[in-house]
């Protein structure tokens, strides 16, 4: 990073007050207290497991002694456990910009992408017989589409996300991209991409794990054909809590699931020797939902009554761009390099430095009391979310960066 020295006291005083005034201004500041948070500790890991929203525990805990221990099998149908994997879709849906009836919750992410994926391509029909897939992309959605395609039969072409328009054609069947790539932070065209991909006549799916609940996502806006995301970053659903699926309405009713088990029947109940697909998003659903931690992500998603999506995103972009500032002032020149994009409109919620000392420094950082994560070979990544990060947060954060830099190893 282009760093001035730091020049001692003053500058930290001068940011501190900054910091002061800016978390004095947030207007999100007060839905941090819907949170417990760990006790003296810059929390800047919620890109891979968010913080524990206040109204988890106790709801946890009555559901474990009330419908579990007292109602028991009843609970299915009295408290509502059956609905819950489209009830609780639909409390990510306005997060995620999808209507009504398109978001079913349940399996990993890892399972929803074959579902998705193996659904695109079905939906493209014979003689599509190219996947696009993202070659910069977490492992999982490699991994997945490999066995996917291997089952359909089709050829996967791993590509960059920039290469995806001068890479489509007559024979793209469907292209897995994703919205936020988690290494490097880095946001990519959704409207744009989605817009080529059906210029093309293929269809789109879009993983969206390191951008729901952290900035406006727009899939029916932007038209999106498939889309998949986990809960336990910036929906704060809890360690392993069930993914989410959104299938756009108007393919529906041409939505041939892979993994097509009881729970997506029309009839579950029926016990018919044969399966017949229920409507709508439910067609998305496989087995018996884990319910403990699909209830947890019900009252986790309770953090976002009245919260605006806009003023997060705009709340993510002003801290971001405070860190890299802080991180400017005090780490000395040349020690760190960020490799998240700079244009606002290339970047996700969290920013990635590079060096080649990462892999010692991070857990300096956290015996510290800053918290983020290391990503191989030499990414400290931190990640911002806005609706319990502060400015103070992130001028400690650097601050205490550029000691344990300027510490040696
Ligand atoms: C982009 C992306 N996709 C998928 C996953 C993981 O999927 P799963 O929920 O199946 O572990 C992650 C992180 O764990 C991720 O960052
Ligand atoms: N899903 C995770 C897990 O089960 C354990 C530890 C971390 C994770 C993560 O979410 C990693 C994350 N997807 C990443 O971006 O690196």
Same mark, same amino acid.
């Given at each position: 990073? @282009?760093?001035? $020295?730091?020049? =001692?006291?003053?500058?930290? /005083? *001068?940011? &501190?007050? +900054?910091? !002061? #005034? %800016?978390?004095?201004?947030?207007?999100?500041?007060?839905?941090?207290?819907?949170?417990?948070?760990?006790?003296?500790?810059?929390?800047?890991?919620?890109?891979?497991?968010?913080?524990?929203?206040?109204?988890?525990?106790?709801?946890?805990?009555?559901?474990?002694?009330?419908?579990?221990?007292?109602?028991?099998?009843?609970?299915?149908?009295?408290?509502?456990?059956?609905?819950?994997?489209?009830?609780?879709?639909?409390?990510?849906?306005?997060?995620?910009?999808?209507?009504?009836?398109?978001?079913?919750?349940?399996?990993?992410?890892?399972?929803?992408?074959?579902?998705?994926?193996?659904?695109?391509?079905?939906?493209?029909?014979?003689?599509?017989?190219?996947?696009?897939?993202?070659? @910069?992309?977490? $492992?999982?959605? =490699?991994?997945?589409?490999? /066995? *996917?395609? &291997?089952? +359909?039969? !089709? #050829? %996967?072409?791993?590509?960059?996300?920039?290469?995806?328009?001068?890479?489509?054609?007559?024979?793209?069947?469907?292209?897995?991209?994703?919205?936020?790539?988690?290494?490097?932070?880095?946001?990519?065209?959704?409207?744009?991409?989605?817009?080529?991909?059906?210029?093309?006549?293929?269809?789109?799916?879009?993983?969206?794990?390191?951008?729901?609940?952290?900035?406006?996502?727009?899939?029916?806006?932007?038209?999106?054909?498939?889309?998949?995301?986990?809960?336990?970053?910036?929906?704060?659903?809890?360690?392993?809590?069930?993914?989410?699926?959104?299938?756009?309405?108007?393919?529906?009713?041409?939505?041939?699931?892979?993994?097509?088990?009881?729970?997506?029947?029309?009839?579950?109940?029926?016990?018919? $020797?044969?399966?017949?697909?229920?409507?709508? /998003?439910?067609?998305?659903?496989?087995?018996?939902?884990?319910?403990?931690?699909?209830?947890?992500?019900?009252?986790?998603?309770?953090?976002?009554?009245?919260?605006?999506?806009?003023?997060?995103?705009?709340?993510?972009?002003?801290?971001?761009?405070?860190?890299?500032?802080?991180?400017?002032?005090?780490?000395?020149?040349?020690?760190?390099?960020?490799?998240?994009?700079?244009?606002?409109?290339?970047?996700?919620?969290?920013?990635?430095?590079?060096?080649?000392?990462?892999?010692?420094?991070?857990?300096?950082?956290?015996?510290?009391?800053?918290?983020?994560?290391?990503?191989?070979?030499?990414?400290?990544?931190?990640?911002?979310?806005?609706?319990?990060?502060?400015?103070?947060?992130?001028?400690?954060?650097?601050?205490?960066?550029?000691?344990?830099?300027?510490?040696?190893?």
């Amino acid at each position: 990073m @282009s760093a001035r $020295p730091a020049s =001692g006291n003053d500058t930290a /005083a *001068a940011l &501190r007050a +900054t910091a !002061h #005034r %800016l978390d004095a201004e947030d207007p999100l500041r007060p839905v941090r207290e819907r949170f417990t948070l760990p006790e003296d500790v810059v929390y800047l890991d919620g890109n891979s497991l968010g913080a524990l929203p206040k109204a988890v525990p106790d709801r946890l805990a009555r559901v474990v002694a009330h419908e579990w221990g007292a109602l028991g099998i009843r609970s299915w149908t009295e408290s509502g456990w059956w609905e819950a994997p489209e009830r609780v879709g639909e409390l990510i849906a306005p997060l995620v910009g999808a209507g009504p009836g398109q978001v079913v919750v349940g399996d990993s992410t890892s399972v929803n992408l074959f579902k998705a994926l193996v659904a695109a391509v079905r939906l493209a029909g014979e003689g599509r017989d190219e996947v696009l897939v993202d070659s @910069s992309s977490f $492992p999982t959605d =490699g991994y997945i589409a490999e /066995a *996917a395609v &291997r089952l +359909t039969g !089709h #050829r %996967l072409v791993p590509v960059l996300p920039a290469e995806v328009p001068g890479r489509l054609g007559p024979r793209t069947a469907a292209v897995l991209l994703n919205h936020v790539d988690y290494r490097t932070g880095r946001l990519h065209d959704l409207p744009g991409l989605t817009a080529a991909v059906h210029e093309a006549g293929a269809y789109a799916v879009w993983d969206l794990c390191h951008s729901a609940g952290a900035l406006p996502v727009g899939l029916d806006a932007h038209g999106v054909d498939l889309a998949v995301g986990c809960t336990y970053k910036y929906l704060n659903g809890g360690p392993g809590s069930p993914a989410f699926l959104y299938v756009r309405a108007a393919h529906q009713a041409a939505f041939d699931s892979p993994l097509p088990g009881w729970n997506s029947h029309a009839e579950p109940f029926g016990m018919r $020797p044969s399966y017949t697909r229920a409507e709508g /998003a439910t067609a998305g659903r496989v087995g018996t939902p884990d319910i403990l931690s699909l209830l947890a992500l019900e009252a986790a998603l309770g953090v976002w009554e009245g919260v605006d999506l806009a003023a997060v995103r705009a709340k993510s972009l002003a801290l971001t761009d405070f860190f890299l500032e802080c991180v400017d002032r005090y780490v000395p020149a040349g020690s760190l390099e960020s490799v998240t994009p700079a244009a606002h409109e290339e970047r996700g919620s969290q920013l990635a430095l590079r060096t080649p000392r990462a892999a010692a420094l991070m857990p300096r950082l956290i015996a510290r009391g800053v918290v983020g994560d290391f990503r191989p070979p030499d990414i400290l990544r931190f990640g911002f979310t806005p609706l319990y990060v502060g400015f103070a947060d992130a001028e400690r954060a650097a601050r205490v960066l550029a000691e344990e830099l300027g510490a040696g190893d």
